[in-house]
């Protein structure tokens, strides 16, 4: 089956998943390492997360993203996905434009490049039109100016698919797997919740209460309660580059699957995956492109809370809604749903929503630090604000994958394994 | 300003305001006696609750709403608004058609009624066609076999607005008077709560899901949220004809309008109105007709739970929302919001939705009766099942309107004066 994506363009897949075809086409190519960054976003590509892009963009096309948010063929397209290199490299590998080269990573055959084309491009109109800001502090911009002299610009075709360790093994799946599952779900609404974090009761309504919106006028089949449900939250874990004091991959995708396992979430309307991509913090922008890889998963809905993808004080508030809300339907078909925070009222004497209740005066608003300290001390809070079952989830996965900590440490940096590995092929 | 009321037709207004040019237009007129229910309607007619219709029904729109759920002219119609009259009332008066007379109401003019048709109708055929019953146990089909032997039809006018007693008389207002307010409070999406309750957080919730549910993806203004709302949930008090154990009226309009007062919903996006309307417990006829009214008030949404203006066996549950969803959006401009119950779920610690908790077999659902039999015994419930704010209301209003007791009783009936009264012109 056809599917479609991003930009109303065939889903793109380009795999090849027969290895002695593989072997066949990278047969006499010339070898060019991938850093993990680049190896990520390979896959990426290949797999489709970033359709209709069917490799590393050129130059037209960055230009255009950098200027107008969108590919050179007018699509929308918000985060520049380019392959660096340095001229020392290209001397040293004898790469020219028209070649075709096989990428490797760990040593091993990863994929194939067409390269269609070098180029340079200024790296401060980058920082500038992508983030916002030309400043270094930014890990985005920090990011953008360590790019080396040149670009290459050209097709990817996946030769050697990753192996995605335990536990993520089951929570990774191509965005064609996505589709499988939801229709095997029966799933006509689906609501992208994005997130990096374990979550606290906060989060878990900030999904219910996207659900809810996703949901509107909704048919009455789901009403009848014991039926199935045609709608569902897909929980995507951003799985990538960490930084210390972040929540360890491990502990975020294992507690949110928790959840639903512990019942917090009907298990017919909840559902966990992961999508590797090194967050670049650029605030509205970034929140472009996260719709558009959820748009390629399948979703119809995607929820946007207070500061998406931010960082620092870079973005303002709600930016990310207000960009969004710009982009007509018919560009990025995905439905933004804005969500409210959620907070303990002591005086209702629940969770609840800032946009409904009144007693502004006397709501707790959920403290990440706060939480954070008390996972530190090992204290179980109370079920109303942490269900007790992800707290046991966290403490596992801290001794299991976080040598002790749920948190990202220099010594997790060091010597955590990689999500992925590409064997020989 | 004009407005559009249901079916696309300008509001309907009928209303003489100045009293100098109401006694002229009933001078000469003859005088019939207009029971509590017939008064009713011809208000709720003349101040536009029922637009399209300007009076009484006459056959082809009875003819009409029996069969296919529609006046003579197509517009969507579920429930016969008639005036019945005996033979020997007929002749006592001395009523022809083409007659125009002045309908009175406690001895006091209430309206010009111009009519226009002498009808009679088979009841039985009114019981199945609207009720699905010809069952007299059922209440609305008891209702219509009393009806006598004729129906009036023809235009009204009203001449003499009813003055409404307290503690309701802030909280009613004709179809132009809400859209005022609306404009007022700048409200786009507005979501009908119909009620003939007083509210556990149970309701509380369902109006909370169904303000998320229609407000679905919603601007960015709101999400400002120091700024004000743009989308609201208008309580809608059913206030009619009363049977022994239903909760007085006046603790139902005062612990709704509770709820916003004590701060479990934020000033700006709740309000409580009335309607002034004997229930017919005709289920999914009953919900469109329902529908029809709020689409009058101006609203966009309505809300509607498992078993809507139902009563005993009649209807299955849901009922009403295979009807609603079987209208096409043009004929019934209000997008119906189907929920779920909210119930107690002691796992999560806090009031849920069956549709989001996966805790099915722990679920403590709402039970009216136990919430009844507590405030019989007026005993606090804790604050997550009753607010205490609420209950206080509920004592107080047995005390000052209901001879004791928060429920109708015989002594309720025989000695609680009507809601509204129509003075001399």
Redesign the interface.
């Known amino acids: 089956m056809e599917y479609t994506g991003h930009g109303g363009k065939p889903l793109v897949e380009r795999v090849i998943t027969d290895k002695a075809e593989a072997k066949k086409k990278i047969q006499g190519l010339k070898q060019v390492p991938a850093n993990r960054q680049m190896a990520t976003e390979a896959i990426g590509i290949a797999y489709g997360f970033f359709s209709p892009i069917e490799g590393f963009m050129k130059k037209a096309d960055v230009e255009a993203t950098c200027k107008k948010m969108e590919l050179a063929d007018g699509t929308v397209w918000s985060i520049p996905i380019v392959f660096d290199i340095s001229d020392k490299e290209i001397a040293d590998y004898g790469i020219k434009a028209g070649d075709s080269v096989c990428l490797t990573y760990e040593g091993n055959p990863l994929a194939i490049f067409d390269i269609e084309e070098i180029y340079s491009f200024d790296k401060e109109t980058i920082a500038q039109d992508v983030y916002g800001t030309k400043e270094d502090k930014h890990p985005g911009v920090k990011r953008t100016y360590a790019y080396k002299d040149k670009f290459l610009g050209g097709k990817i075709t996946l030769v050697n698919e990753p192996k995605v360790r335990e536990p993520f093994t089951p929570y990774f799946l191509t965005p064609r797997q996505h589709r499988e599952k939801f229709k095997e779900k029966n799933w006509i609404k689906i609501v992208a919740h994005q997130t990096r974090n374990v979550p606290h009761s906060g989060h878990e309504w900030l999904m219910?209460?996207a659900?809810?919106?996703?949901?509107?006028?909704?048919?009455?089949e789901?009403?009848?309660?014991m039926g199935k449900?045609i709608s569902g939250i897909l929980v995507n874990c951003i799985v990538g580059e960490k930084r210390v004091g972040d929540y360890i991959d491990e502990a975020i995708v294992l507690t949110q699957d928790e959840l639903?396992k512990?019942?917090?979430?009907?298990?017919d309307?909840h559902m966990v995956t992961m999508t590797f991509w090194d967050m670049r913090y650029a605030g509205p922008r970034e929140a472009v492109h996260h719709s558009i890889i959820r748009t390629n998963l399948g979703l119809t809905?995607h929820m946007f809370g207070?500061d998406h993808a931010g960082v620092g004080t870079y973005y303002h508030?709600?930016q990310a809604?207000?960009l969004l809300?710009s982009i007509p339907k018919e560009k990025l078909n995905i439905?933004?749903?804005?969500v409210?925070e959620w907070a303990y009222c002591p005086?209702?004497?629940?969770?609840t929503?800032?946009?409904?209740?009144?007693?502004w005066n006397e709501l707790q608003k959920f403290s990440g630090t706060k939480i954070r300290s008390i996972i530190m001390d090992e204290v179980k809070p109370?079920?109303?604000i942490f269900r007790p079952e992800v707290f046991d989830v966290v403490m596992d996965a801290a001794k299991k994958y976080g040598f002790g900590s749920p948190f990202v440490t220099q010594d997790y940096l060091a010597k955590a394994k990689p999500a992925f590995t590409i064997e020989p092929l």
């Open positions: 219910k209460h659900y809810i919106a996703a949901h509107g006028d909704s048919p009455v789901q009403m009848e309660t449900a639903r512990s019942g917090y979430f009907r298990d309307i809905h207070r508030s709600y809604h207000h809300m439905t933004p749903i804005y409210l005086h209702c004497g629940e969770v929503c800032i946009g409904l209740c009144g007693h109370t079920r109303l």
